[in-house]
């Protein structure tokens, strides 16, 4: 499974998602998809975006987890 660490980066750049969607020139519903973990497919040039605005590698923004039980302490 691929996660989304889009939440966290914004936490910890002090970045809402309204001012990443100004910068990377994304549509916020677009990156509301995304920061939910519902979007199928991202765009390099999105990846590209987004890892400019907010200073950081594509391994900062997704993880892989492999597929499991989830933990019962897990948000759904």
Do not use: H, W
């Not at 910890?12 to 497919?41: H, Y």
């Not at 605005?53 to 039980?69: M, V």
């Amino acid at each position: 499974m691929i996660m989304i660490q889009l939440d966290r980066l914004l936490l910890e750049r002090r970045m809402s998602l309204t001012e990443l969607s100004d910068r990377v020139g994304v549509t916020l519903a677009n990156l509301s998809i995304l920061k939910t973990g519902k979007a199928k497919a991202i765009r390099f040039s999105t990846l590209e975006a987004i890892c400019t605005a907010l200073d950081c590698q594509p391994g900062d923004i997704l993880t892989y987890a492999p597929d499991g039980p989830t933990p019962p302490d897990a948000p759904a």
